[in-house]
């Protein structure tokens, strides 16, 4: 069928419908990504003040001790929250995969915290975690327990932000797991079943590879996102106590709007940049690497 | 029978137990919003616990639609949203089926620079965005508040994978026709993707509903304002303290648009679901 | 014939139909302070109002009603709004007036993004010399005026005069104060023996500013230079440690609340479960108004006192609000209608007072309407030895959160003073050192 002229016309049509948005992503997406690469490079202010001096941000960022701290707090937040919430969203994406009713109302109460926007989210779970008259403080308390310092105790500030962070999250990967769980043709199912294969069988050696690409989907979206955490961390604990869950995004914030100092925020933004390309790849390669590539 | 890949089996109970515990652990916090935004904020700097009691009042959503601009503020947000979501829904449908299905040079590493795109933190573009659009006359503009949100690596990526999985004979099938490839695209594969366009559509929504930083500092007019910033613009800086019920009420106003939002499409999934067998 | 006179009517309709283009000038306001359309709508009863949006939107109402051949914009940005002003004279289209900290005024002037006033206030026919002392000193940079001030915002001790009588500290309806950091651990020991609950209610958490208010307070007290010059800072004094280590022992003889952020404590004072709240002018109406309501634990047992005289001589660290204007190429016309909208407000201070923090002109602060004001006379002082930091200190709210991260450490004891405050100084030393 491949003719000259036909091969032609099909990379024609490839740019033609790619074209649009790569015309969008290169001018609003690239353009201003190389744009902060410059910038990074100098020492700059918010308001056009410019001072080349090359790699001197950089070499500033790798001693940086709150950096540092901050790095830290960011991969721990994500190590704490990543798994969890794979694994939750799998087992509610399992359950609520089914017809009727209240598998439908349900999908509804589990997406529905994703509606809410940080500043709200950040507000209710103080109302729960603050040791003042806060919803845990008084469950402690009626156990007759002393309240839990949740915000400002230097070791529990990043699991309750974790805590925070999972609860308002789980919507969107349970979404992307259902749609991936409803690609899988049913026929393999019946055919198990005929086999007579146990529940766990199935899942373990239809379902999961079934859906293989669409867990890492939500593992690679779900790193990206939660290493760039900064609405929690900024609302919650500010960052505090002495810096225990100032997030690495928080810190670009306090740098940029705080301080001026754009070309420094910048260069860790890079920085930043690197570190979640670096760990979705790695993500991306060990999961992929066995299978046969792709046409 | 079935629709594909939804479980047969039913739940056991302890499956169920655990599952309202969830739903109940999930809601309890948004109940809590909800109630606290029908007291007063006199009554709530007092004690806060009073949200269990009544007396109830109205006053905090009167306030809400009686502000000058909240209207405003409330279309603004959904002529961005509903923007982004078409914008983003019309190029990553084309561009998905360009990268599954079609051969072109360089399309491999095309689609690699499009995934780079899903690393890159916000901080790293926003300011020299805001640069770049300044220079370009964007700000206080509905295009400069649209614009970002169409570069979503993630929508390209999501329908890339949807068009693959789609069966090749419908191709051939079609092409064999003397279909053209736009045809093919339009007319027979798309429809074949509208749960991944219901997904896609409701989070690139709810991404643009919630966005505050770049409408901040993009539209600093407030008749410019999306509902999140206008209404952050709206509350005392300790708002915390003696505007609790109006903060919360807040939150309710402007969640009410989404729950609509997905409702609507719950509808396509399900019944795309039931429909579309496609063996 | 018919049909040309029919053309040349309808022609001479469009045109007459044509407005002439909006002639007047325009200014654009932008402010925070919240919004509260609501309840104030288009409102011209500025004597009427109550809080800062009700009474700032009447103002500017009045003056929209008042000066019909000006087009007055009004931008309400959420707090502090500096994002956005950033980004705005960033764009190269910022606001015409903006409301903006005292203590911010030198990052903007420094860098000429804002210009001097002294233009708009002659104009305004608005003398300098009618300002306070504490409200000059806020917006004087490098011997210019930068703003036209608009209040003074000081830290007070917020009291539960009950509380207070329980543990015997009241003296002729007044409350009794320590004049020394010894009679200060003295009294708040002798005052959780009495009535088992903390003296002091302190925000620590996600609250820098409290601690370093206190700090600055009793450093400007006992004449110490905080900043010797634009790029450095002070903190590792024997000074310093003296004052931060008096707090680190309230926090570990258990005399103050602990880890409670500003809403909690805000709520704590409210629930009269401590005897001192040190916060600021800000909350003396809110307070006001809850000692008002009967069933309160505040009706009838509040009053705000200034810090007391601990060390050196009576201070108070003060920051205060102001009308800034962002340099940009402005007409005649429009530079006039400016004069006139801060010429307006200055006449008005004294509704704004009402709001709990200092007026900015002397002359209101002497009337016998603000001193009639509740709590008032108390805390008039406030205008007169409230200080702020030097005119070159930029960055102030950075080194404040800085300082303020090190000093929550010092305080709740997790790093020992010295080290706190010896780290707080290198961190904003390098902070100047890397700005442009």
Known sequence: MTTAAGAWRERLAGYAFVGPFLAVYAAVLVVPLIMGLYISLNNADLFGRREWVGLANYVQAMGDPVLHQALGNTLVLALLIVPPLTAIALMLALALNRPGRLAAVLRGVFFSSLVLSVTIVTLIWRFILVPDAGLIAEGLEALGRPPIPFLSDPDLVIPAIAVTTLWWSLGFPIMLLLAGLQQVPGDIYEAAALDGASRWTVLRRITLPAIRRTLLLVVMLQTAAQLQIFGQAQLLTGGGPGGASRTIVLYIFEVSFGRWELGYATAIAELLFGMILTLTLLQYWLVTRHEEPRP | ?279 | MRKRALAFGFAALLLAGCQPADERPEIVVQRFFGECGAAYGTSTDIAAADSECGILTTLINRFAAENPDIRVKVNVVAWPGYPQLAAQIAAGDPPDLVTMHQSVIADYSGRGLIEPVEPLLAQGGIDPAGFTPAALAGVEKEGRLYAMPWDTIGRLFHINTALMAEAGLMQGGKPVLPSSPEELLAHARQFKARTGKPYLIQAQVSAPDFHVALLYTYLLARGETIFPDDRHIRLDTPEAREIVSVFRQLNAEGLTTLNQDFPAATAAFTQGRGGIFPVGTWMLGPYEAEAGRAGSALAGNYAVAPFPRLWGEEAAFVDGHAWVVPAARRSPQERAAMARFLAFLARYNYDWARTGQLPAFAEVVDTPAFRALPHRADIAALARTGRQLPGYVERQSAVQGLIGEELEAAITGAKPVETALRDAQRRVNRLYAQML
């Open chain 2, 1 to 279: 029978m079935n629709a594909p890949g939804s479980s047969a089996s039913r739940l056991s109970p302890l499956a169920t137990v655990l599952l309202l515990i969830g739903a109940a652990i999930m809601l309890a916090p948004m109940l809590w919003t909800l109630l606290l935004s029908f007291k007063s904020n006199a009554a709530l700097m007092a004690d806060s616990g009073a949200a269990l009691s009544p007396p109830w009042t109205l006053e905090n959503y009167a306030a809400i639609l009686q502000g000058s601009l909240t209207m405003q503020w409330l279309v603004n947000s959904l002529i961005v949203a509903t923007g982004a979501t078409v914008g983003v829904l019309v190029l990553s449908s084309l561009a998905g089926y360009g990268f599954a299905r079609l051969e072109f040079p360089f399309r491999r590493t095309l689609f690699v620079v499009v995934l780079l795109g899903l690393a890159v933190p916000e901080q790293a573009v926003i300011l020299p965005r805001h640069q770049l659009f300044a220079w370009a006359g964007l700000h206080n503009s509905y295009p400069g508040l649209i614009l970002p949100s169409l570069t979503g690596s993630f929508g390209v990526f999501f329908m890339t994978q949807y068009f693959r999985a789609l069966p090749k004979e419908l191709d051939e099938a079609a092409l064999l026709d003397g279909a053209s490839r736009f045809t093919l695209f339009w007319k027979v594969l798309l429809p074949l993707t509208i749960p991944a366009q219901a997904t896609l559509g409701v989070f690139t929504f709810l991404a643009a509903w919630n966005d505050y930083w770049w409408p901040l500092i993009s539209a600093t007019t407030s008749d410019y304002f999306t509902l999140t910033v206008g209404l952050a613009s709206a509350q005392m800086n300790y708002a915390q303290t003696s505007g609790l019920g109006f903060l919360m009420a807040q939150a309710v106003f402007a969640s009410i648009p989404i729950l609509i939002v997905y409702i609507a499409f719950q509808k396509q999934i399900v019944r795309a679901m039931a429909g579309a067998a496609v063996r």
